[in-house]
């Protein structure tokens, strides 16, 4: 819609904008220019949540019927586990969710407006449609406005769209179905005016701005829950489903079966569930999972939300931004083509490192007297800025011209003293209408010089020669630079000719007709965002652990293209764009989104689309971005990932991960960790399930064959709680496997209790069961009492648990090696320290009370020992047999 149709249509005026009572009557019918406010989720909501766990209802369930019972001890040992998980889980979880509060802050506080025919600040909440709007660079945008007229006007929108270079505007129409990124008629809230001045009318406000719109859609997307909390839910159903079976055929079996008094079978079967229930689970995944947060954190990705720690470790795509996360957000003069030569230019960002190159070796500027024209031109027909600070080189002004002074640099021109020796006497500055801008130089030697830089077809219509390699001058071969200038744009990358023209001396001004003809070409040069040199490996190494790497981006499907080459995404296969994805359903996207890896002019819906699409394949996937445009796609996927430095608040916020340093290299560490940490947990179930196994068969086989109990509840719960969980926590300190990232990413459907892990568990309950029960018996049998032969059955659970500790290290791997015993102390740390509490239970006289423990002698230790040192050797056996059987169906 043309700019004079818009103000019609809203009824408003360009030169008085709407009356003082109209915008009043307008605030009242729109209402105030901002977003909904959101309420957050009560902190006692989240604690409430903390007990929303299948295995936490049957610990709940025990500690209810163990003090109706009066066995109060054994109803605070529950409760107590119960409260721990619940409050390591709310601390871990205590950050808010405030997405909405974050987009709601980049509204901009105050707007020059126009009322009545008087120019006047008022607050952006009170902006209203129909208001005229007027804007100067370096202001943020307060409402969608509709350009009226511009001058020399540039937007940043990379917030929106993604793109890393300011948008040329004008108010000039476009098409109706154009993206966010080609709406050149369009400023949007929110957004940053980079260069020049704009007078736009208001054409939404509030919610119905793109910002609310990203903002509504943002509440209406429901976060994805997790690969590891779907196992966990799933196996803590089925666990509490094995349990209660066997809890209730225990009682009747003991009740119809043997005879025994119902009252004392239900002693025995809460002793039965006590046993069988791992109730340092939970609380052992959370601290495995807190351990992740702070090893991540060394590595610069910290973690927002606790379980994200492990789904890095699952994720089987990755959907990444371009700007700033795989490339430097920094624009770089990669190319510069002179008459005669083609020279590439290494380094990337401000920073001035790197140098000039041709035929892939690196040149003298000496030698080649036709680049330090291009270098003085470069810097000096330039309103931009660098500085070198704390954090590096930062840049005032264009990207493009930050780009073309550090090549200057590169050249070793010094910015300061070029500018002395050849001051700027005037300018011509750059516009949309013209597409150049030329620059008056003088030196101290009586010459004056013009230079131009701007678009190639416009700057070559101002030259009639062109400088050698040599540094002569010949004319113009017009065919030659179309040619350079399209392989530049081939390769994506942004174009700019440079030229020069001599003048006398005398000239001070300088008008649209210096700018006709008589200049001489320099070069042109060919500048691009590069991708970040550590991306490209960490592309490759995502690639090799089996994880697909998808770019979505909302800049143009040329540069996505030429950018994914160079980082191995998407090589050969077609690019898709934001308008393809429009004309296609969810089916379709659904067919065709597996087989596209750069997806180019994507919008909010667009990314929000793809993500589902793969999670509608069974997909994991991680979403990486900084604007808000990504905050509904980073909410959605299973784990999104927010830049933590250029980032926004709303990014950050929506995102379960937050990279400090921007870098996708970084992801892929913090991937390697994930896998580490499943690994981990994975270790960590394989070794406590087998120690509650085989006390659920003890006190099974106990009641089934009518003998005494070798185990009490209140023993169990020292066993599962205080020593099992002492020992388990060892396992979280395990550093990951070297072949973690040459693995294929895990199933996501995949169960915790896999075939092996069945077996395993199977295995070793009844081994622990069997040395347990048996040496119960062997001391009854000997004629010890039952306090003394139970004590004998419980450090014989315990000492069996010390030697498993060491198979658990590798689920498959022999530990029998210097790497098995000691590549993880903490290990012989956790067995120290169980050992001395398991000397205190049997020896010390208060927990003996406690417990009903008595004092072993030197000869029955030995036995509990050579029963635990029976269960390592059997484990290292199984494990040597699946070694080799596994080799046998591999050959």
Known sequence: MEASAALQQLGASADRGLTVEEAALRLARHGP??????????????????????????????????????HWLDTGVLLGAVVINAVIGFLQEGKAESALDAIRRMLSLQASVLRGGERQMVAAEQLVPGDIVMLASGDKVPADLRIVS????????????????????????VAADAPVGDRRGMLYSGTLVASGTVVGVVVATGARTELGRISALLATVEAATTPLLRQIARFSHWLAAVIGVFVVATFAIGVWWRGQAP???FMMAVALAASAIPEGLPAIMTITLALGVRRMATHNAIIRHLPAVETLGSVTVICSDKTGTLTCNAMTVQRVATADRVYEVSGTGYAPEGGFHLGGQSVPLGDHPALLPVAQAALLCNDASLAHGDTGWTLTGDPTEGALLTLALKAGLDATSERAEHPRTDAIPFESEHRFMATLHHDHAGHAMVLVKGAPERVLDMCSAQRRADGTDEPLDHDHWRRAANDCAARALRVLALATKTVP?????????????????????????????????????????GIRVKMITGDHGETARAIGAQLGIGIGKPALTGAEIELLDDTALQQVVSDVDVFARASPEHKLRLVQALQAHGEVVAMTGDGVNDAPALKRADVGVAMGHNGTEAAKDAAAVVLADDNFATLGRAVREGRGIYDNVRKFILFMLPTNGGE???????????LALPLTAVQVLWINLVTSSTLGLALAFEPAEDDVMRRSPR??????????????????????????????????????????????????????????????????HSVLNREGLLGNLKVPAAIALCAAMQLAFVHAAWLQQVFGSTDLTLAEWGRVLLAGAAVFVVAEVEKWGQRRWRAMARA
Request: glycine fraction near 6%.
């Open 505 to 545: 001396a005398s000239q001070q001004t300088l008008d649209f007709s210096d700018a006709e003809g008589g200049f001489t070409l320099l070069a042109l040069l060919g500048s691009m965002d590069p991708p970040r040199p550590e991306a490209m490996a960490a592309v490759a190494e995502c690639h090799a652990a």
């Open 150 to 173: 511009a001058r020399n006007l540039r937007a940043d929108e990379a917030v929106l769209t993604g793109e890393s270079v300011p948008s040329e505007k004008t108010p000039d129409a």
């Open 747 to 812: 199933n996501p459907g995949e169960s915790l209790l896999t075939g092996l892990f069945v077996w395993r568990l199977a295995m070793v309950s009844v081994l622990m069961a069997c040395a347990a029960l048996g040496l119960f018996l062997w001391e009854l049998g000997q004629g010890a009492s039952i306090a003394t032969a139970r004590t004998m059955a419980v450090s014989t659970v315990v000492v069996a648990e010390m030697f498993y500790l060491y198979n658990s290290r590798h689920i498959l």
């Open 33 to 70: 220019n901002r977003l909904p406010q959101s309420r957050g989720r009560p902190a006692w909501l989240r604690l409430l949540h903390q007990f929303h766990n299948v295995l936490i209802y049957v610990m709940l369930a025990s500690a209810l019927v163990t003090a109706a019972l009066g």
């Open 696 to 706: 659920a068969l003890v006190v099974f086989c106990a009641i089934a064959f009518g």
């Open 263 to 265: 009252a004392e079978m």
